[in-house]
């Protein structure tokens, strides 16, 4: 069969162009057995009275026979697509078909030759002529059925007329025969150019559709990507019951995936990432997108009910949590996950995704590892959050903005040592703000770098009227670290002053180094060199505090105000953050216990050799006007005199 095949020229592994071939086929040779019945008939009826009824009636029937049944099969296969693996086999077929059906046409017409007169005869070459010229056009993307009509027809047609020894039929047929070699030249190349034409169509939908999975596909995890993940949700929301059926739209991000990532190296963090991928993939029901980074974007098309929705976030949030068991890797990640249901949530693809975000900030702020379900609650502090917005762009900060010192005690003098600067805003408008509700709004509006421009020159204005050994401490946000220009502003506004850099604490928060790590660890390495002192806030929160201790030019650390909750009645608690003590001891840097508020505290941290706290215990934050009081009353008259700068 493969010898066959190859002698005929079908190429097996050409399924495209076999394809192409066949569909083509179905079009023209309908047309061509219409024409052979045709012109068997005419032939026929100019012999009608000269030849044999078996010649002229009886043949012709039977061919006629034949021909329309394989007429009408190319008619029912005309609209029906043919399995790959039966191409080859029906172009094989009509092939074969092809040749015994022109050896019969051939000799029925040769056999009528001899009965006829001249101009009888005249039709017999017609009918030859022009029945091999209509199988070439018409197999013309056929190039094995054209060329085998011909090699049957013209050889025995050109041969005959040769034997006949009449100098006219000589004539004839040496011209039939150069006019066929001419038309097969013509035949052979526009079946290659055919051929040619279709592997570029092929290669062309090949990269059009290659360039349409990578538009639409995570490189990484071959998961849909973002933009796939939108259009998902824009073809859900043009369906005609969109405004009635309910879908869910997730956002799910990694907890802790950043630490993961900076412990065993980016090989190992992508390792991670195709793993939750998959695990993601292979739940049913679930439509999972790669929007960036260690978010995926969901989509549940289903009418759940609120408690339906949050059973299968848990149950995602389960298969997530999982231990990372891979060569070289165990980690344990969880994963938080914000659901938004729309159209209660909203009736556009970037609202809903805006809704499940926001409900995935709440998420990772206060539930991590489980599902928050956006709310009207949730739509409530979008409203007060945009409040807040425009109230802060449209506000005079210089005038609205104050600060508020609390001190660190230094326990064995009972002296502070240092007041940290606390900022608050109370607008016009709406009145007092909590901090965190402003700053984070700063940071979205891209207003921080403005406000802590302000608030810095603030805390070195007050600065100046305090003793010699009092220290100032003052938070910097991940933009203002993250920032060149800010860092150099920072630098300029120390120099400007006048206060000696070595008496200031430049505080930084984990969150703050987790976006860009190499771009913060530069900045305060540059704050560093000019003699400010670095300390590590809200320290223990995080998944890899340990790590910027040691990665970090740090000169003080913080210990976040949570560890105090329990201190006094869980022994653990207590061996903790003696080990974060000891930490702390070994490394040479200081420690900082924030939040303590009773005298069992101060007594438990003491024993455990913590000599510098902060808290309600000591003082609440305090104006400016009060920390001469507060100094005043705490150091006694110990000849600690004011500064005179400036």
């Not at 020229?9 to 061509?32: C, F, H, M, N």
């Not at 190039?143 to 009509?149: E, G, P, R």
Request: charged share 20%; proline share 4%.
């Amino acid at each position: 069969m493969h010898r066959l095949l190859t002698f005929i020229g079908l190429d097996s592994g050409e399924t495209d162009v076999l394809r192409a071939q066949l569909e083509t086929s179905t079009k023209q040779i309908p047309v061509l057995y219409f024409l052979l019945i045709v012109n068997c008939w005419a032939l026929s009826s100019s012999f009608m009275n000269l030849a044999p009824l078996w010649l002229t009636i009886t043949l012709p029937a039977l061919l006629t026979v034949l021909s329309g049944a394989r007429f009408v099969f190319w008619l029912r296969v005309r609209h029906r697509r043919v399995p790959d693996d039966r191409i080859l086999k029906q172009l094989l077929g009509t092939v074969v078909i092809a040749a015994v059906l022109s050896a019969c046409f051939v000799t029925w017409a040769l056999a009528l030759f001899p009965y006829g007169d001249v101009r009888a005869q005249d039709h017999v070459t017609f009918f030859i002529g022009i029945t091999v010229v209509s199988c070439i056009f018409s197999l013309l993307h056929f190039l094995q059925a054209a060329l085998t009509v011909t090699a049957v027809v013209i050889p025995a047609y050109v041969i005959y007329l040769l034997r006949t020894g009449d100098p006219t039929l000589h004539a004839i047929a040496i011209n039939q025969f150069l006019v066929t070699i001419a038309m097969v030249n013509i035949l052979i190349v526009g079946s290659r150019d055919f051929a040619q034409r279709v592997r570029s169509q092929v290669e062309a939908t090949r990269l059009s559709e290659e360039n349409a999975r990578l538009a639409n596909r995570d490189s990484l995890t071959d998961l849909p990507n973002r933009r796939q993940f939108f259009s998902t949700l824009e073809a859900l929301l043009d369906r005609p019951d969109a405004g009635r059926r309910r879908f869910i739209v997730g956002v799910a991000d990694l907890d802790g995936f950043k630490a993961v990532n900076d412990r065993y190296g980016h090989s190992a963090g992508d390792q991670i990432l195709v793993e939750a991928s998959r695990r993601l993939a292979e739940i049913e029901g679930l439509f999972v997108a790669r929007l960036g980074g260690d978010e995926f974007g969901l989509v549940i098309d289903a009418e759940l009910g609120d408690e339906a929705i949050m059973d299968e976030g848990r149950r995602i949030c389960e298969c997530l949590a999982l231990p990372y068991d891979m060569p070289g890797i165990y980690a344990r990640i969880a994963g938080s996950i914000g659901f938004a249901a729309a159209p209660d949530a909203g009736r556009s693809a970037e609202v809903l995704y805006e809704r499940a975000d926001y409900a995935l900030y709440h998420a990772k702020a206060s539930e991590r590892g489980k599902p928050v379900l956006f709310s009207e609650h949730h739509e409530r502090q979008i409203r007060q959050r945009s409040i807040v917005e425009q109230c802060l762009l449209g506000a005079d900060l210089e005038r609205e903005l104050e600060l508020r010192f609390q001190p660190m005690i230094d326990i064995t003098t009972n002296r502070p040592i240092a007041f940290e600067a606390l900022a608050r805003w109370t607008s016009p408008e709406i009145g007092s703000v909590p901090p965190d509700v402003f700053i984070a709004a700063a940071e979205r509006i891209d207003l921080i770098g403005t406000m802590t421009h302000v608030l810095f020159a603030k805390a070195l204005e007050a600065m100046r009227q305090w003793p010699d050994d009092i220290r100032l401490s003052f938070n910097l946000s991940a933009r203002d670290i993250s920032s060149t220009e800010m860092v150099l502003k920072i630098i300029d506004m120390l120099q400007r002053s006048g206060l000696p850099p070595s008496q200031i604490d430049l505080e930084v928060t984990e969150t703050s180094l987790v976006a860009d790590f190499d771009s913060a660890r530069q900045s305060l390495q540059a704050l560093k060199l000019m003699g400010v002192r670095i300390a590590l806030d809200d320290f223990g929160i995080g998944y890899s505090s340990l790590s910027y201790v040691h990665r970090l030019p740090l000169d003080k650390v913080k210990v976040d105000r949570s560890f105090m909750r329990d201190l006094e009645t869980r022994t653990e608690s207590r061996k903790l953050l003696k080990s974060v003590i000891d930490l702390c001891r070994s490394l040479d840097i200081g420690c900082v216990a924030e939040g303590v508020e009773t005298a069992d505290q101060v007594a438990i941290l003491t024993s455990l050799g913590c000599t510098t706290m902060q808290g309600y215990y000591f003082a609440r934050p305090m104006t400016g006007t009060e920390v001469h009081a507060f100094i005043a009353a705490t150091c006694n008259d110990r000849g600690a005199g004011l500064r005179s700068w400036g």
